[in-house]
């Protein structure tokens, strides 16, 4: 049993989750062991309380608790039984929309959450070891999307690889497009929202139901939790005044901000129940967020388009993803069609705008 640790996170080792460079220290360590810790007070980042999330940087320090330091078991060379299923490990591969040495990308399912949580036990996260494809290491989730959100996730295959991704999409270096339909059209066609976000708790002992509540912006600085928030859209397609296609730009990247922010103005996204409701008033014929009829009940939102400079190559990566099902299904019955807008509907030089 070791004593009281305090272990400088080196070069290299910046940019991870605490529990997940805990357990390169130290592979005996539980996961409820390292929550527990950090429950407790006793696991610190330069002085401070801290969880298994957190992300360690270079040069800081991590007070590390007594460890058991018993040797592992002897090792078992007997083939491992993957815990990806291989109806679940063809479904994720089938997704994958980009590949090279360094990243890959996939077409996000709509449904498929990108990370484990309450009650999620079937996750990108989860199922990434189908996605190693001849690399010792799984590739690592640089970004999220919404369980109900489509469309490209990025991944590093490359500790290397992550650490610069995970930089770039920090700083906004990186160009990210969503599609969505909306109720009610947009006034004015191209436009910026910038409603403060804080989170309002939910119902529940556990806080189910909990969602992000819009503050203008004068009332950001005053508002405990609250974060200033900017996105920019842009009407591509109307359905007279009932409905419309746009394209979306989360400028900052706040939980659930393009679903707040749409559903503020009074056009929440089709299918959004959370923020839209049936009830919503909009500035169409007050359809709220379901279109009825053929349309489905789902969320049309869709990560459409990401562009973001190689960490290797610096060269710049397009990625495009198609529209999930029930979009599609959408799109058709509107007669919208993706080729008649440019990847980038707010770049000048395309002339949309």
């Known amino acids: 049993m070791s004593g009281v640790q305090t272990i400088t996170v080196e070069a290299g080792e910046g940019d991870q989750r ?11 360590l539980s996961q409820i062991r390292i929550e527990k810790m950090c429950r407790k007070g006793e696991l610190r980042i330069d002085g401070g309380r801290c969880k298994p999330a957190t992300r360690v940087e270079e040069g800081q320090h991590v007070r ?18 993957s ?26 399912p ?38 109900d959100t489509s469309g490209v996730l990025l991944l590093a295959r490359t500790r290397q690889a992550a650490h610069q991704l995970s930089e770039a999409l920090r700083h906004r270096e990186t ?37 992000m509540q819009c503050i203008h912006p004068r009332d950001v600085q005053h508002t405990e939790g609250a974060k200033r928030a900017h996105s920019d859209y842009v009407v591509l397609s109307k359905l007279a005044s009932r409905g419309a296609w746009v394209a979306l730009v989360p400028v900052t990247g706040r939980t659930h901000q393009l679903r707040a922010h749409m559903a503020e103005i009074g056009h929440p996204i089709v299918g959004d129940g959370k923020y839209g409701g049936s009830g919503q008033e909009n500035l169409g014929d007050g ?67």
């Open 18 to 28: 605490l529990d997940r460079w805990l357990k390169r220290r130290f592979p005996l």
């Open 64 to 81: 590390v608790p007594p460890i058991s330091d018993t040797p592992p078991p002897p090792r078992d060379d007997r083939p491992k039984v």
């Open 83 to 108: 815990k990806v299923s291989d109806a679940d490990a063809k479904m994720i591969q089938s997704c994958v929309i980009y590949r090279d040495e360094h990243i890959l990308a996939i077409n996000k």
């Open 110 to 147: 709509a449904g498929l959450p990108s990370q484990g949580g309450s009650k999620q036990t079937r996750h990108v996260d989860g199922l990434v070891e189908a996605l190693k494809f001849g690399y010792d290491e799984k590739p690592r989730l640089v970004h999220r999307l919404d369980k």
């Open 175 to 211: 160009r990210k497009i969503y599609w969505a339909a909306v109720a009610g059209v947009p006034i004015p066609n191209v436009g910026s929202i910038k409603y403060g976000l804080v989170k309002a708790g939910g119902h529940g002992a556990r806080g189910e139901g909990e969602k």
């Open 287 to 353: 359809w709220g967020a379901q279109f009825g009829g053929i349309i489905s009940k789902k969320l049309h939102l869709h990560a459409r388009y990401l562009e973001f400079q190689h960490p290797v190559t610096k060269k710049t990566v397009s990625i495009v993803a198609s529209l999930p099902e029930h979009m599609a299904q959408t799109w058709s019955t509107f007669q919208w069609d993706g080729e008649d807008v440019p990847n980038d509907p707010f770049d000048p030089e395309e002339g949309f705008v």
